[in-house]
């Protein structure tokens, strides 16, 4: 596995189908650290999950979810003002103006793990993760400012796949995509693991064998000894 795999990932849970005619444009979506959190709450996964498989009014979700629309409007204006949700249409009904809303993505990607330069707090957290593990490592600013400066070069890397303006660059719109909509996270993860592989240059690739060396290098450098 090369180190084009180590940035955690968090997906949405992907069971469901998408519709007849999915738009290449929603396929993968980046969210912030924000965005993640407000899918903590379970009222508001669900009303994603609507969303994904179909437009639907605040009316017509509070009746599928069997609460309040006052309840709904609080979670759509939420949902929407994070970007994971968007008015896709307006119909006159009656005297009313109904808006429909969609999700901006059939899947939303929250990764953590790319750091801000000289940031490394998650590197702290990482080392004592490795120490929670049973795997003894010193815990110190310097040898988290080292990890995090591996860990920077590593995605600075070419070959990573990647997604940009909310496509996944690996995951052009084909008809294996348009079958099987979104997939397991873990199979995604692999698929994207091999396209990283076959995209990449022998220089390229060698260049990631010696980062790995490296970064095997110093964190058995770090570890207790005793």
Known sequence: M???CWTLIYLLDM???MTDTPDPNRLLRPI???AFALLGDETRRRIIF???DSELTVKEIASKLGMTT???YHHIGKLQEAGLVRVISERLSGHLIERYYTVTADTFIYNEDR???NDYQSSFDILNGLNEL???VEVSGENAERLSGLHETSIRTPGAPSVENGICTYCSFSGYFMKFGPMNPMLLSRILQYASLIGMSDEEFEASLGLIREMR?????IRNRG
């Open 2 to 4: 090369t180190f084009k």
């Open 15 to 17: 069971v469901g189908t």
């Open 32 to 34: 912030t650290e924000e």
């Open 50 to 52: 609507l969303l994904r």
């Open 70 to 72: 006052q309840n709904i």
């Open 115 to 117: 750091m801000e330069e």
């Open 134 to 136: 049973g795997i003894g």
């Open 217 to 221: 290098e110093f964190l058995n450098s």
